[in-house]
């Protein structure tokens, strides 16, 4: 059974840090591509930073580089992120993705998402 158990969220004042982290159980994680997405009320699902397999490259959204940062532990099967300097529109639900393609067939998982609510 795919899991995908993400914790971390909570309330924060503006200018703080949260680290969410994502326990992922019944795939070969180090095969998957991770991503982070979040979801405000009313607004879409966005990527905020992605990490391949290998843990070589990352991705960030415009809006939060240089100050979050994803990384991966493969041998724990857990992908975090670390969310600094923390602004109110960075409140949203912060969802888990694990994403595989083969032969041009996808194969993605979603965890339960934590909320992140940054506010005084």
């Known amino acids: 059974q795919v899991q995908l158990v993400e914790s971390g969220g909570g309330l924060v004042q503006p200018g703080g840090s949260l680290r969410l982290s994502c326990a992922a159980s019944?795939?070969?994680?180090?095969?998957?591509?991770m991503n982070w997405y979040r979801q405000a009320p009313g607004k879409e699902r966005e990527l905020v930073a992605g990490?391949?397999?290998?843990?070589?490259?990352?991705d960030y959204a415009d809006s939060v580089k240089g100050r979050f940062t994803i990384s991966r532990d493969n041998a724990k099967n857990t992908v975090t992120l670390q969310m600094n300097s923390l602004k109110a529109e960075d409140t949203a639900v912060y969802f888990c993705?694990?994403?595989?393609?083969?032969?041009?067939?996808?194969?993605?998982?979603w965890g339960q998402g934590t909320q992140v609510t940054v506010s005084s």
């Open positions: 993705n694990a994403r595989r393609v083969v032969r041009d067939l996808a194969y993605v998982y």
């Open positions: 019944g795939f070969t994680f180090s095969s998957y591509a």
């Open positions: 990490i391949t397999s290998g843990a070589g490259s990352t």
